[in-house]
């Protein structure tokens, strides 16, 4: 199993910028596609962004292309999400997940998550 821990959230004004990142243990880091998903309260855990293993493909959710960027460094265990041009609406939990898998035409978590880390927008 692989291990992950979320960092890097906090509060930000609407219009500024985070990094967050993920960093993996384990022996099958670098083997799958991982993905950050968010959730915010009283609402359905949502998909944001995923990479392939190589880090040749990369997927966003609509309501992030154009602002967020994931990116991963296998070498160094670690996936990465750069947030620019935050919103109130991106406040959210954020988790990143091991394994991010298609199915029926949406990406899915399929491995394991990490604890989160909290990401609040002020407007």
């Known amino acids: 199993q692989v291990q992950l821990v979320e960092s890097g959230g906090g509060l930000v004004q609407a219009g500024g910028s985070l990094r967050l990142s993920c960093a993996a243990s384990?022996?099958?880091?670098?083997?799958?596609?991982m993905g950050w998903f968010r959730q915010a309260p009283g609402k359905e855990r949502e998909f944001v962004a995923a990479?392939?293993?190589?880090?040749?493909?990369?997927y966003y959710a609509e309501s992030v292309k154009d602002r967020f960027t994931i990116s991963r460094d296998n070498a160094k265990n670690t996936v990465y999400l750069q947030m620019n041009s935050l919103k109130p609406e991106d406040t959210a939990v954020y988790y990143c997940?091991?394994?991010?898998?298609?199915?029926?035409?949406?990406?899915?978590?399929?491995?394991?998550w990490g604890q989160g880390t909290q990401v609040t927008v002020s407007s």
């Open positions: 997940n091991s394994n991010v898998v298609l199915r029926a035409n949406s990406l899915s978590p399929d491995g394991s």
């Open positions: 990479i392939s293993r190589s880090g040749s493909s990369i």
């Open positions: 384990g022996r099958t880091f670098g083997s799958y596609a």
